[in-house]
């Protein structure tokens, strides 16, 4: 096994179908779909959608063994679309994932895996029974990189969460979307107006982050305008932008980033070629409406050139 995953699976309830996802989830079968080994540290419901789900986690072709039941339910989240077709989202709380508790068995395989990288995020974090088992999964064993997808959701993170992923994490990834966040949480005096350049600011932001919170690699997408890595050891930082297809939609996109970096980074690649790599398939994902689209020919046989 290649990674270990930790966090929700969720399915988003629309008013005329439903669909499977989450971060973690999607990061998984991202990394599947690459050739990778994934294994999901999660919990589904003692019910029909819990089975679902399982089949699904299966389907893709991650590792269930890690996967655990619950007498919570399976997570949802409820979307509702105005009459402007602008939908809003409810995540219902006291889930299945909110109550992650691997039993003694999936204990030992954590501990025994051979997976040298941990994946988290925030979402799962929100309730303390899973918060803990993170902690644990964390102190239980060593990991030669713990990749922290910030990934933020509405309000379901606060500084303390935030702040603990970026003292554990050796490579972080956030969005041009959550930025904001370290300045608001007060977990770094760069503030985007005190620069002209946005270049100029991420820099100074990822090199504050890094040297505050002992960071070895940044990633940062930049939606339209590819995505940046930085390496706070050589403190230096690599752009990439490319021309991209219209996007129909950008779920699961920053689910591929992430997996198609680190995939081909445990392949040995330099960092700025992980990143070429990571922006070709975000922005083919966008261009679909499913999160994790069938892999075209083209695309396949770009990523493993």
């Keep these: 096994m290649d990674v270990i995953a930790f966090g929700e699976v969720l399915w988003d309830i629309f008013p005329d179908k439903k669909v499977i996802g989450g971060a973690p989830f999607n990061f998984c079968a991202h990394f599947a779909r690459l050739g990778g080994k994934a294994g999901l540290v999660t919990a589904v419901g003692r019910d029909p959608l819990g089975n679902e789900t399982l089949d699904r986690i299966r389907e893709m072709g991650i590792s269930d063994e890690f996967v655990s039941e619950s007498s919570y339910p399976t997570g949802v989240c409820l979307v509702t679309v105005d009459s402007k077709g ?6 219902r709380q006291d889930m299945a994932y ?31 029974v899973s918060r803990k088992t993170l902690a644990e999964i964390l102190s239980c064993r060593r990991f030669d990189h713990l990749f922290f997808d910030v990934n933020i959701r509405q309000s379901w993170f606060d500084r303390e969460i935030v702040e603990r992923g970026l003292r554990v994490s050796t490579i972080l990834k956030v969005s041009r979307e959550e930025d904001w966040i370290f300045g608001n949480l007060g977990l770094t005096s760069v503030k985007e107006g005190d620069f002209r350049d946005q270049k ?3 820099l100074a932001l990822c090199r504050a982050i890094s040297r505050d919170y002992g ?5 940062l997408t930049l939606d339209k305008d590819g995505g940046m890595v930085y390496d706070g050891v050589r403190d230096r930082a690599h752009f990439y932008r490319k021309p991209t297809v219209k996007a129909v939609s950008t779920v699961g996109a920053g689910d591929s980033f992430s997996a198609c970096y680190l995939y081909h980074l445990l392949k040995g690649l330099p960092a700025e070629e992980c990143l070429d790599k990571a922006v070709l398939l975000s922005d083919y994902v966008v261009g679909h409406i499913e999160a994790v689209p069938e892999y075209s020919d083209k695309l396949k046989a770009t990523l493993f050139d």
């Design 86 to 91: 602008t939908p809003a989202y409810e995540l």
């Design 98 to 128: 909110d109550h992650i508790l691997p039993t003694d068995g999936q204990w030992a395989a954590i501990r025994s895996a051979s997976a040298p990288v941990l994946y988290f995020g925030t979402l799962a974090q929100r309730n303390a």
């Design 200 to 202: 100029d600011y991420y």
């Design 215 to 219: 960071i070895s690699t940044i990633l």
